[in-house]
């Protein structure tokens, strides 16, 4: 972690990825769309360029936060994201996997670690989205070690609202309120990290063991639909603005060809 970060957290900060979608809109996939490979890169100073798959541009965001410890959350069948990866070793981290639980959306996904991780500051990242800032996990960090937040989100720019989380934010940048995949709105920002501390953490916990038999029966949850319930109960949530380009979700054909065109562009 950088040093002045590292400093003010008491807490370890840990990474928590949920890898348990089916990618339905992709299929058929040769592998795990995390692991679908967009642009070159070199694992050491020393490597030749290699192919360099989605996932591994957040672990490399995290890195360079300071962040080494990270949780990654799989269902059956995705068994080639820890043969990719392994213990996360040959790429300068430490990586554990845990199996999802409850099939209700990514809340519950991610919740599979609350036994590890309700006493730390949790960095949430997901793997499928591609963005360019590398200080989007420094800023977002940064944020929180500044404020009273008990939330902090990484915002972007929203280029397709109907279908992401939209931001109804204060002039500071405080969340007013999260709007889940409107049809039409005035909004014109979304989130796609987060960082929180154990309070949050709690409250998801306790949110989902209270809404789990109601959860059988209705639509996916959304992450968006927990910070709300949090910010409804009077938990702060702050925002800074972390890029100034959308972020690609590549969980779509249309959307991934448009990450292999941005990486092209860029580098």
Known sequence: MPKDLDEKFEQEVIGLIPAAGQ???LSPLPCSKELFPIG??????????MPKVVSHYLLEKMQL???????????EGKWDIPAYFGDGSVFG???AYLMMGLPFGVPYTIDQAYTFVKDKIIALGFPDIFFDSNEAFIQVLQ???STNANVVVGIFPADLPYKVDMLDLWDDFRVKRFVIKPQKTHLHYTWGLAVWTPVFTRFMHEYLVTTRESAKNSPELFIGDVIQAAI???LQVEGVIVSD????????GDDLRKALKRFIIKK
């Open 23 to 25: 990618a339905t809109r």
């Open 65 to 75: 936060a300071g962040i080494i410890n990270a949780y990654i959350v799989i269902r």
């Open 93 to 95: 981290l430490n990586l």
């Open 143 to 145: 944020k929180l070690e």
């Open 245 to 252: 380009e959308p972020y690609i979700d590549i969980g779509t």
């Open 40 to 49: 070159f890169g070199a694992i050491s100073k020393e490597d030749d360029l």
């Open 232 to 234: 409804d109960d009077g």
